[in-house]
């Protein structure tokens, strides 16, 4: 059983942090395609120490991956979008630059939940949690446990590894198939690289499927 770690008030630069947050009372907040779209462009979008326009970015780029963010608030590894929740792993690199990035990040999107199905008030659970990283151990299983998340949504499917492969909403098709421009929300070179191809990747992947503890 690996160690959980609990909260901490402050993050470290040079340290990795698995955080995560679902809807309250465990609603769902991915309704449609377009949610999980969009929340995937504030992941990129909202990593900037700068404000964003997202109307003017889209106006002025082909693609709101290619928008030139300047500073960046944190690095972010691995991700996986469930319909009521959602886990990051990321690292600082600036001081605060996890709770700035997270409240810009959960703001951006309940503010475009809320108008797009006219409802008011609290969208996620109270703050966002996070565990630290503590030991390489445990950094590669997170990275396991947040790729194999959509296991549940596949759960009738004969080949779950390759349906969690081609899950559109998770960075685990970036890293298998390294060609999405979702891409552009990880930063690679800030995180281990435990894996030396696509196949070792998913030949870890496999060993964890019938492995299921609390992250």
């Known amino acids: 059983m690996y160690k959980m770690t609990t909260r901490y008030t402050s993050f470290a630069e040079g340290e990795f942090y698995h955080v995560y947050n679902r809807g309250v009372d465990k609603r769902v907040i991915f309704n449609v395609e377009k949610d999980f779209s969009h929340f995937q462009q504030l992941l990129y979008m909202t990593n900037t120490s700068k404000g964003i326009n997202s109307r003017d970015i889209k106006k002025n780029e ?9 500073d960046q608030l944190v690095a972010i590894g691995a991700y996986c979008l469930m319909p009521n929740h959602f886990h990051i792993l990321l690292t600082p690199l600036v001081e605060r630059g996890i709770s700035t990035f ?5 703001t951006s999107y309940s503010m475009y939940f809320n108008k797009r199905n006219d ?43 390759l349906d969690i492969s081609n899950y559109h909403y998770s960075s685990l098709a970036d890293y298998v198939y390294n060609n999405r421009e979702e891409g552009n929300i990880l930063d690679y070179e800030k995180f281990p690289d435990y894996f030396v ?16 503890p609390s992250p």
């Open 197 to 212: 191809s696509s196949t070792k990747i998913l030949e870890e992947l496999n060993e964890w499927l019938g492995y299921n």
């Open 62 to 70: 082909a693609s709101i991956f290619d928008y030139d963010r300047g």
């Open 119 to 161: 409802r008011t008030g609290r969208l996620f659970e109270g703050s966002f949690k996070a565990k630290h990283a503590d030991n390489d151990e445990y950094l590669k299983y997170l990275f396991a446990y947040i790729h194999l998340n959509p296991r549940k949504l596949f759960t009738q499917r004969t080949d779950v590894l």
């Open 102 to 106: 997270m409240n810009k990040l959960t």
